[in-house]
């Protein structure tokens, strides 16, 4: 015969702790009904007093969720993976965007005039110090604070928190000189600080992930940029797209869409670097040649295959979301030669 221990304990009204071998429980409820919580789980305990009649379920299971079904369904069963298939599809509709669109993103303009006559008072507090001292001033200890004696703490850390804010505000004085220093200089035409000013701003890091380059000269009368295409795989020769069935097709892309989508790209690009050179740059035109090799040409050399002179006045006015691009490098003073079966031929640049 085995020998059973059981004991129940009263910790609150309704509240029973049960021990025994198998462990400790806990029941809440009264005669009736009650739930009874221990290491085998939750149950429910329903039942009418002195009828012998009563149900017991256990609780707190739940139905899984239709993510895990699906889960666990894809790893008993794998099927064909078209998440992936879709990825490269996305990914591939979106670089072909990107090499249509490249005109529409341009930094702010400069507003070099008011960065010049921005007056500079070294002699009044800062933006920082004058915050740190209004914080100090509305500092009321709390209880806590008098409580455990941290008053003194505290205003100490608001008095170093102001010579921390005069630090911040020096340097950014100095920042603010050196901005001002380099409007005027802009202004004056002063090549060396438009130079700095291109190569603090980097207008051109995204012309130059597509896998192209651009060097801008500023040594003439003009601002001369020169966009190398370094990779044509840049401007894709397939089509991706998805079956069905979801999976991955890829085609070779129709000659005269490859062409197009290509001078698309090479005219959305010149726009582009005219844009970032008028943001960036007190300058009325720009000078933009683009180099790769030729299409058209029998054998194919590389050289200029657009050269477009630009006025800031030609730029005013266009919806930069709806223009067509290869159309409107042709309102320009430009020089251009692109067959639509064919591609671009070499030509000469502007002067």
């Not at 609780?59 to 894809?74: D, F, L, T, W």
């Not at 035109?285 to 299409?295: A, R």
């Amino acid at each position: 015969m085995g020998l059973r221990f059981r004991k129940r304990v009263k910790i609150a009204p309704g509240v029973h702790v049960n021990l025994g071998k198998r462990g400790a429980s806990l029941s809440v409820g009264g005669r009736g009904a009650s739930v009874n919580v221990s290491k085998r789980g939750t149950y429910a305990n329903v039942g009418i007093p002195g009828t012998g009649i009563s149900y017991r379920e256990k609780i707190g299971s739940r139905s899984k969720r239709p993510q895990r079904v699906a889960y666990e369904k894809v790893n008993r069963a794998p099927a064909p993976d078209t998440s992936v298939n879709q990825l490269e599809v996305e990914r591939y509709n979106a670089h072909v965007e990107m090499l249509t669109s490249v005109h529409r993103e341009s930094a702010e303009a400069v507003g070099w005039t008011a960065l010049a006559n921005r007056s500079i008072d070294p002699t009044t507090d800062g933006p920082a110090v004058t915050e740190a001292k209004r914080q100090l001033a509305a500092y009321k200890p709390t209880w806590r604070d008098r409580l455990f004696n941290r008053v003194e703490a505290r205003q100490r850390q608001l008095n170093e928190a102001i010579t921390k804010a005069a630090e911040d505000d020096k340097r950014s004085l100095v920042k603010l000189r050196n901005e001002k220093e380099l409007a005027r200089r802009v202004l004056s035409g002063e090549r060396s600080a438009w130079q700095e000013a291109l190569d603090q701003s980097d207008p051109f890091e995204d012309i130059r992930a597509l896998g192209s380059k651009v060097d801008v000269d500023l040594s003439s009368g003009e601002p001369v940029a020169s966009l190398m295409i370094g990779d044509r795989e840049v401007v894709p020769t397939v089509v991706k797209s998805l079956t069905s069935t979801g999976k991955l097709s890829v085609k070779n892309m129709a000659k005269k869409r490859y062409l197009l989508l290509y001078q698309d790209y090479v005219c959305s690009t010149a726009i582009r670097i005219a844009r970032e050179l008028f943001a960036l740059l007190p300058a009325d035109q720009v000078l933009i040649h683009v180099y790769d090799v030729s299409q058209a040409d029998e054998p194919p050399i590389r050289g200029c295959i657009l050269s477009v002179r630009i006025r800031r006045a030609d730029l005013e006015g266009l919806d930069f979301e709806w223009i067509d691009c290869s159309d409107t490098i042709e309102t320009f003073e430009h020089n251009m030669k692109y067959l639509k079966t064919k591609g671009f031929r070499v030509v000469e640049e502007l002067v």
